[in-house]
T-cell receptor
């Protein structure tokens, strides 16, 4: 199993450009998450999904959109990139069973720079 | 407001010098406390889950404990390969969304 994979690994954008980050998992997990990690801020939740076709806002959703058309994929979009979106983005997935709290599995990250 | 604070921010140890990392939390309705390890340039890697006060879990040189207000990650006789950032996260809330609130992390450096 590849686990959680993210594409691309690095990207440089100019202000106003758009892009989509792709997250894929091969563990048949129901739940998927997008985080951003900034120095001194820890990991902050952007959006998440509790199943195919569902999405919900996290702690810092402004400027981002997401889609979960297939269970194994979770896409994060930036419609008009801003320098404040320079960060490292992590995707994670998690299994689900009623009454249980499973750990999240993280991808390797995408380093995005917006100039 | 739910909050997670880790201390210290950075810790330098000599190989073999045992110590502890702290994770204090103020949350309503703890559903689980998670410890992760993160190496530079990589994603967080799961270490432990703790559910209730008094619970302890061990893995090699690491031991995690939980009280009603904080968790400790004890590192016994650390080796240079234990150098990493250790992240603490709590899962809260009544709905089963699995959302986590992370602390800022403690960066551990173990010198040979």
């Amino acid at each position: 199993n590849a686990g959680v994979t993210q594409t691309p690994k690095f990207r440089v954008l100019k202000t106003g450009q758009s892009m989509t980050l792709l997250c894929a998992q091969d563990m048949n997990h129901e739940y998927m998450y997008w985080y951003r990690q900034d120095p001194g801020m820890g990991l902050r939740l952007i959006h998440y999904s509790v199943g195919e076709g569902t999405t919900a806002k996290g702690e810092v959703p402004d400027g981002y959109n997401v889609s979960r058309l297939k269970k194994q994929n979770f896409l994060l979009g930036l419609e008009s990139a801003a320098p404040s979106q320079t960060s490292v983005y992590f995707c994670a997935s998690r299994d689900w069973y009623i009454g249980s709290e499973y750990e999240q599995y993280f991808g390797p990250g995408t380093r995005l720079t917006v100039t | 407001e739910d909050q997670v604070t880790q201390s210290p921010e950075a810790l330098r140890l000599q190989e073999g010098e045992s110590s502890s990392l702290n994770c204090s939390y103020t949350v309503s309705g703890l559903r689980g406390l998670f410890w992760y390890r993160q190496d530079p340039g990589k994603g967080p890697e799961f270490l432990f889950t703790l559910y209730s006060a008094g619970e302890e879990k061990e893995k090699e040189r690491l031991k995690a404990t939980l009280t009603k207000k904080e968790s400790f990650l004890h590192i016994t006789a650390p080796k240079p390969e234990d150098s990493a950032t250790y992240l603490c996260a709590v899962q809260v809330g009544s709905s089963n969304t699995g959302k986590l609130i992370f602390g800022q992390g403690t960066t551990l450096q173990v010198k040979p």
